[in-house]
């Protein structure tokens, strides 16, 4: 079984190819492209965290004509645009956020990014969506959105080589140690003036 993350796939939401400038005509064409990519990556046994706003502004059997056709033991971490997401038959649904270990990696997912998050200085990572690319991934924490990634649920693998690539400390890290520093710099000019 592999393990996916996504996010913000806006199914039946016609406004979300205006806002995020996807390139699609209509919103049947985006809605079939994200299910032909969603099941060209997942096969039937794998499993994906999706982390907020899978479906918004269309019927309901919309969204459940959507969620049936794709691939996956589906999980969701619920987003600010849940209102049909809610009602389908998920394997797990959370709200707010989550910590907790997938694929032995302890986690804390949620639709929002944070800035600081659980288990940060332990290496817990944060991974989230909603902001649909906007904010800069960190070494400890990435957007999992549709709109960073080709349009497909993405592996862990995948994410952590992105999230390596950054080479960008979380905020939170970054300033404990610039503190630090400043700390022992101040120590050792007291330890000088003796």
Not at 36 to 50: F, I, K, L, Q
Not at 93 to 109: F, I, P, S, W
Request: aromatic share 8%; proline share 5%; with cysteine.
């Amino acid at each position: 079984m592999t393990i996916y993350f996504t996010a913000d796939t806006h199914f039946g939401h016609q406004g979300i190819l205006r806002m995020s400038k996807r390139p699609f005509a209509t919103i049947q064409e985006h809605d079939e492209l994200l299910v032909e990519a969603w099941n060209s990556t997942v096969r039937p046994g794998d499993e994906v965290w999706h982390l907020g706003d899978f479906a918004y502004r269309c019927p309901l059997a919309h969204a459940e004509t959507i969620f049936k056709r794709l691939n996956g033991i589906k999980r969701l971490v619920c987003g600010n645009h849940e209102q049909k997401g809610r009602k389908l038959p998920w394997a797990s649904q959370h709200e707010g956020y989550l910590d907790t270990v997938v694929a032995g990696r302890r986690m804390v997912l949620c639709h929002y990014g944070m800035r600081a998050w659980p288990g940060a200085f332990r290496g817990s990572l944060h991974l989230y969506g909603h902001t649909h690319g906007l904010l800069p991934d960190t070494l400890q924490s990435a957007d999992v959105g549709v709109d960073r990634w080709p349009y497909r649920p993405i592996r862990l693998e995948e994410i952590l080589g992105r999230m390596q690539a950054t080479g960008l400390v979380p905020e939170e890290i970054a300033l404990a140690r610039a503190k630090e520093a400043e700390e022992g710099a101040a120590a050792e000019d007291d330890d000088d003036a003796e």
